[in-house]
T-cell receptor, first 109, second 114 residues
């Protein structure tokens, strides 16, 4: 399975934008890039996904590099409630995914 | 909203006991998954199922088995619990085996084996 690499931790100030990077240099042409986040004491929840084009939804934006070997999750205005572990994963058409360690985001007031 | 429920939030068992972790989803999803989550190791896939009575091994199946007799229910079984199986266990479901599909997770069961 293709792997992803993320920084262990990042910090942000409240109400500032946050850019969370992910490298996936072994991605295949049919793999979708998904992002999940896990709040304390909860299971992971879906944030956003994309294949080639940048994507926006009410939670975040996803910027995908032209060669698809990296992507960035963008939180436009971080709030204290966005403090979580963020996982970047690759979804194959077999429906199986590999979660890495994720990035722990700390948001400072 | 999709709901994935797990039978217990916290569970304490003794070494050698047989342990059942139950997971139920209410959205008629074909796929169901069991993960364990340990500090510094992220989520690791134990087993998954694409259909009733069907199962496939994930990355760390040793010491575990699963059962899927009904579409909505996926059980994880520890035949003889050991202390190294102390962990957070997460169940998830998704509608089909496609790259676009979203996994919906339950709240997790924190299992302690003494």
């Amino acid at each position: 399975d293709a792997k992803t690499t993320q920084p262990n931790s990042m910090e942000s100030n409240e109400e500032e934008p946050v850019h969370l990077p992910c490298n996936h240099s072994t991605i295949s042409g049919t793999d979708y890039i998904h992002w999940y986040r896990q709040l304390p004491s909860q299971g992971p929840e879906y944030v956003i996904h994309g294949l080639t084009s940048n994507v926006n939804n009410r939670m975040a934006s996803l910027a995908i590099a032209e060669d698809r070997k990296s992507s960035t999750l963008i939180l436009h205005r971080a709030t204290l409630r966005d403090a979580a572990v963020y996982y970047c994963i690759l979804n194959t058409n077999a429906g199986k995914s590999t979660f890495g360690d994720g990035t722990t985001l700390t948001v400072k007031p | 909203d999709v709901k994935v429920t797990q039978s217990s939030r916290y569970l304490v068992k003794r070494t050698g006991e047989k342990v059942f972790l139950e997971c139920v989803q209410d959205m008629d999803h074909e796929n169901m998954f069991w993960y364990r989550q340990d500090p510094g190791l992220g989520l690791r896939l134990i087993y998954f199922s694409y259909d009733v009575k069907m199962k496939e091994k994930g990355d760390i199946p040793e010491g575990y088995s699963v059962s899927r007799e009904k579409k909505e229910r996926f059980s994880l079984i520890l035949e003889s619990a050991s202390t190294n199986q102390t962990s957070m266990y997460l169940c998830a479901s998704s509608s089909q085996a496609r790259g676009t599909d979203t996994q919906y997770f339950g709240p997790g069961t924190r299992l302690t084996v003494l």
